[in-house]
């Protein structure tokens, strides 16, 4: 009797392990990295995956070796400390949450430590411990954007761009459920870089798109009120640019671009507009 009453919660307690990975993972499994290419989203998710996996595996032996072997030591000493092992189940389930803070910590250092590899120019190396971070926190908006201002820097436009655009939803989520822990400059940052890929990928419309949205983050923004009239200069749009122009004008009258910018716009927009304009 005994013997079967361990192993009934022999099999429940590796169900209650199962139940807790499987939790672990589930948001792991379903990380939406299309946002990294497809043809890059299996290896990179193959690794974020098995590193996951081997220290969840490595952490979960030990924690089931260290349950089991006492239920079965002194089985035959009695079934009372069966008992007392089943209430403490409840806190080692406790435990592996509180483990979570920890996993916090970590993602901070390895995007500080990714920061730095960047700026001395080790991009692999920032682009390995940024995908690791992702691997702890799938919704970690910091290293997607991370990430994609550094595929920007490789000139890896097309992932720049989707990872990119994966960190701007993931801001966007996060600024409607705690718009206190969202600041605006951090998103319209995140839009100004998906402009600059647009740039570079000599898509115009959709980079004026993106610095408009940025602009009405932070409106008052010199360097995006700036990047707007260049855009609308290259579309030929004058009284667009001369709206943009203006805008620079009143927030930063000292910019030394700003002849340039009017002599440019003087040039597609007639002496009569601009007179009934200014």
């Not at 919660?9 to 939790?23: C, D, H, K, Q, T």
């Amino acid at each position: 009797m005994l013997i079967f009453i361990a192993i009934l919660f022999f099999i429940s307690g590796l169900g209650l392990v199962a139940m807790i990975i499987g939790r672990k993972f589930s948001l792991l499994s379903n990380i939406d990295i299309a946002q990294i290419t497809a043809e890059k989203q299996a290896d990179v998710k193959k690794r974020i995956i098995h590193e996951k996996f081997k220290r969840n595996l490595l952490v979960w032996s030990r924690r089931t070796e260290v349950f089991l072997k006492p239920i079965i030591g002194t089985i035959y000493k009695g079934g009372s400390f069966l008992y007392n092992r089943l209430i403490n189940l409840k806190d080692n389930y406790e435990q592996v949450d509180r483990q979570e803070s920890g996993d916090l910590k970590h993602t901070e250092s390895l995007l500080a430590e990714a920061d730095d590899c960047r700026h001395k120019g080790d991009t692999a190396k920032a682009e390995s411990l940024l995908i690791e971070a992702i691997g702890i926190d799938a919704k970690n908006y910091k290293a997607f954007q991370m990430l994609g201002e550094l595929y920007l820097d490789r000139n890896n436009h097309q992932e720049a761009e989707e990872t990119l655009q994966h960190a701007i939803r993931l801001l966007e989520q996060h600024k409607k459920l705690n718009p206190e822990l969202v600041k605006d400059s951090e998103l319209s940052k995140a839009y100004f870089s998906l402009c600059a890929v647009a740039d570079v990928l000599s898509d115009q419309v959709k980079a004026l798109s993106s610095v408009q949205k940025a602009l009405d983050l932070e409106p008052n923004s010199p360097r995006y009120l700036d990047k707007a009239c260049e855009i609308c200069l290259n579309l030929k749009n004058g009284p667009e640019a001369l709206n943009y122009c203006r805008r620079l004008e009143r927030v930063n009258p000292g910019n030394k671009k700003l002849k340039e910018i009017k002599d440019k716009i003087r040039e597609m927009v007639s002496g009569e507009q601009l007179v009934l304009e200014e």
